[in-house]
């Protein structure tokens, strides 16, 4: 417990590395699987948009990038990495790693979520004369509202393990804090007062997301 | 002057990539005229929806044409349609309203879409709400609001943008009798206080009974007849028609009613078509009186259809054999429907 004191600072800057890693790489991996979630749901066969072409390119994509483990993922794109950010260790070449698995996950979830939408309900906005991209932005994602944050919040969670698992590469935060301050040393403190803190930021996640999506789904 | 044309069309759809076609509009030709309610009435798969949906170019014709008003549907292309489907109205049975929007956000949805300021869209969902019955509403959501409440809902949505036209998918299916009632009462007055044209589509004969001046009857994809109600239902010329005036009115007896009647009633068997015009009933009696022939209903039903008697009556007729011919003859030569029922 004393060591743990003693290493208080550094624990406190691994927190933040944490909430830098894991708070960029949902905004922007958030950002950039909605817009290819957004795609996968408008462009497959049937749907407001659709193109055969676009369609296949993106599925093919994500399934192959989504299955790779995160582990293996951050090592598989380090040449892009380098190209992109000059670097492939440390905090912010894991978070550029964590944005895109990020935004692969997220892709799925959001496609997933909107074609579980009513189709009567485009059928209506579609014979009011809507556009198809408004269809799309002001119909379609207010419907599936409630399933979309709860499925932001899991990826919120997965993004937090990610983080975690990228400590093993010298990656930084709480995972990193645990590993070169806790279990290389035996100090099982150390590892149990991390993993608690990592399983408290997961459930005020988790706690913050269900209330949003009850807010949304009004129940 | 018509409001709605489809010329010739047909419609086929392929199931799968490579898998069967399946026609549901075969050669389809037909006129609503401004202002009347036309309705259409198949049974399920007849190929009712297909058509409602070409009407606002949800779907697009295999061949054929379709014009609503000066614009031909089919020539527009998928932007100038948008335009046009902001005149045209549209309610459905499962009444699709967005869940993500408040009642009074449902019915300014399509102002929105067509561009219509704020305060004006606020002055008219206040209006249309009003129209419907739901003013005090305006604040809760759809899930709030029972089955006819939506569909009142989902009408004053379809007349946000004031359109001439209301296509009507199936909207009361799903709705209990005295509803069904309720909101087919407001059609009615959409139809006759705003003078909108409305194109209502159905499976059940009493929604038509109720609403249509007009009907075409389908089935198989195909039009069976087309008139107005009363002489789609009192003088069927379809099998399609007459299935569903049979199924609706119960009373022509079935083969198996005559076979039943048969066991009891020693007499021929007649059915004839009741027919609106006074003093019918007491010519009948006359004539089987002349004749020495005793005629007793022994099934049948006289209803009203637009205001007017329909029905058929089955007798059974005693007397001399003679008689009964002569009476028969006469009446036939006086152009009364009449069937003698074999077996
Ligand atoms: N999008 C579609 N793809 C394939 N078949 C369809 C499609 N829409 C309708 N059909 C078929 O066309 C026929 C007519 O359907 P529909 O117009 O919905 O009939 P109704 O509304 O009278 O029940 C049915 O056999 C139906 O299966
Ligand atoms: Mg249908």
């Known amino acids: ?219 | 002057m018509s409001h709605v044309r489809l010329s010739q069309v047909t419609k086929s759809f392929t199931r799968g990539r490579n898998g069967p076609r399946v026609v549901a509009l075969d050669d389809v030709s037909l006129e609503v005229a401004k202002g009347e309610v036309f309705g259409v009435i198949g049974h399920s798969g007849a190929g009712k929806s297909t058509l409602i949906r070409l009407i606002n170019g949800l779907e697009t014709p295999t061949s054929g044409q379709v014009h609503v008003g000066d614009h031909e549907i089919t020539a527009l292309s998928e932007r100038d349609l948008r335009g046009v489907r902001q005149d045209i109205g549209m309610i459905f049975q499962q009444f699709n309203l967005f869940r993500s929007r408040t009642i009074a956000g449902n019915v300014a949805y399509p102002l929105k879409v067509a561009g219509v300021a704020k305060a004006e869209r606020d002055r008219r969902v206040a209006r249309l709400l009003d129209f419907v019955g739901l003013l005090d509403r305006a604040h809760d959501h759809p899930e709030q609001l029972s089955g006819g409440q939506k569909q009142r809902v989902g009408i004053a949505r379809a007349l946000a943008t004031e359109p001439s036209l209301l296509l009507a998918d199936e909207a009361t299916s799903a709705l209990d009798p005295k509803t069904t009632a309720e909101v087919l009462d407001l059609l009615s007055r959409v139809n006759r206080e705003l003078g909108v044209t409305i194109v209502l589509i159905t499976h059940e004969l009493d929604v038509i009974r109720a609403v249509a001046g007009r009907v075409a009857v389908m089935d198989g994809g195909r039009i069976a007849e087309t008139g107005t109600v009363y002489d789609v239902f009192a003088h069927p010329r379809s099998t399609a028609a007459a299935d569903f005036v049979r199924g609706a009115l119960r009373d022509r007896p079935s083969p198996e009613t005559v076979a039943r009647l048969r066991r009891t009633h020693s007499g021929r068997i007649v059915t004839v078509g009741v027919q609106d015009r006074t003093g019918f009933q007491t010519a009948l009696a006359r004539t089987f009186l002349e004749h020495g022939v005793a005629a007793g209903v022994i099934f049948g039903g006289v209803g009203e259809l637009q205001e007017r008697a329909v029905g058929s009556l089955t007798f059974e007729l005693t007397g001399p054999a003679e008689g009964i011919d002569a009476a028969l003859a006469t009446l036939r030569a006086d152009g009364v429907d009449l069937t003698e029922e074999e077996g």
């Open chain 1, 1 to 219: 417990m004393d060591e743990f004191l003693t290493n208080l600072p550094e624990f406190r800057a691994a927190i933040w590395q944490t909430f830098y890693m894991v708070g960029i790489s949902v905004v922007l991996g958030g950002l950039l699987g909605l817009a290819l979630g957004l795609v996968l749901y408008a462009t497959r066969p049937g749907s407001l948009m659709s193109n055969r072409a676009v369609f296949v390119g993106v599925n093919i994509l994500v399934n192959v990038v989504r299955p790779i483990p995160f582990v293996i993922f951050l090592m598989a794109i380090q040449p892009l990495m380098k190209a992109m950010i000059g670097t492939t260790i440390g905090t912010d070449a894991v978070t550029f790693a964590l944005t895109l698995a990020a935004a692969f996950a997220v892709s799925r979830v959001i496609e997933q979520t909107l074609i579980a939408v009513d189709p009567g309900v485009v059928e209506a906005a579609r014979a009011a004369g809507a556009r198809p991209l408004s269809i799309l932005l002001t119909v379609v994602v207010p419907e599936a509202l409630g399933p979309v944050i709860l499925g932001y919040t899991f990826i919120f969670v997965a993004v937090v393990d990610m983080s975690a698992q990228a400590g093993l590469f010298g990656g930084g935060g709480l995972g990193s804090f645990a590993i070169t301050h806790g279990s290389q040393r035996y100090n099982w403190v150390v590892v149990y007062i991390t993993v608690a803190v990592i399983i408290l930021i997961v459930q005020a996640g988790q706690f913050a997301g269900n209330a949003l999506a009850r807010r949304a789904l009004r129940r």
